[in-house]
């Protein structure tokens, strides 16, 4: 059981960071499952304001297992989704070896930028994604290989946690010159 917390998570510029991720072999050891679930519980957590306190959770949208020193491709993440009418509803993913199969060409970015669990120091700016992907991985909440179709919110967060798989951090994509230089073109995301 990992205890992650604020004072557990690993910080840029650790260079387990920096790493391409190994894929994790199937069938599954009970070591990689118990880690993923220690993941979403974190996520989970630090969603709720009391237990962020108690716990030492910085709110997060996802994981991903290099940020725990772990150089695996996996990733937890709970995001809340606007629907038509308004409302919201909350999607959770545990992914296991996510790959990006398709992407727009339209982008998108979080109007006020984003942030990450590992970065502590600021880097305003920002950060431009495709606005819709497609996903296939293999989802251990649901036991099975899954394909994502995602746009706006949780495209950029399933960007930002494959991102982590590869060795990426957001600020790599900021525009050094003119960090908030957004044209027409791109969608600009209030969140």
């Known amino acids: 059981m990992h205890k992650i917390n604020m004072d557990t998570i690993v910080l840029d510029p650790n260079p387990v960071l920096r790493k391409k991720c190994e894929p994790v072999s199937f069938p599954l050891q009970s070591e990689d499952i118990q880690t993923l679930n220690d993941m979403m519980q974190y996520v989970r957590d630090s969603r709720d304001e009391e237990l962020a306190e108690k716990y030492n959770l910085q709110p997060a949208n996802g994981i991903a297992a290099p940020q725990i020193g772990i150089s695996k491709q996996m990733t ?19 992914l296991i070896n996510p790959k990006i199969v398709s992407h727009s060409v339209k ?32 989802d251990l909440i649901t036991n099975k290989e899954i394909t ?26 900021i525009n050094e010159t003119d960090p908030w230089a957004a044209d027409e073109k791109i969608k600009l995301i209030e969140y």
Do not use: W
Request: charged share 25%; aromatic share 8%; net charge negative.
């Open 76 to 94: 937890a993440m709970v995001v809340e989704l606007e629907q038509k009418d308004g409302t919201f509803t909350e999607v959770e993913y545990m």
């Open 148 to 173: 994502i179709v995602a746009k706006d919110l949780l495209a950029i967060v399933l960007q930002h946690e494959i991102d982590h798989l590869n060795g990426v951090l957001f600020y790599d994509h």
């Open 107 to 138: 982008q998108a970015a979080l109007s006020y930028g984003e942030g990450c669990l590992s970065i502590r120091d600021e880097h305003p700016g920002i950060v431009v994604r495709n606005q819709r992907i497609k996903v296939v991985a293999y």
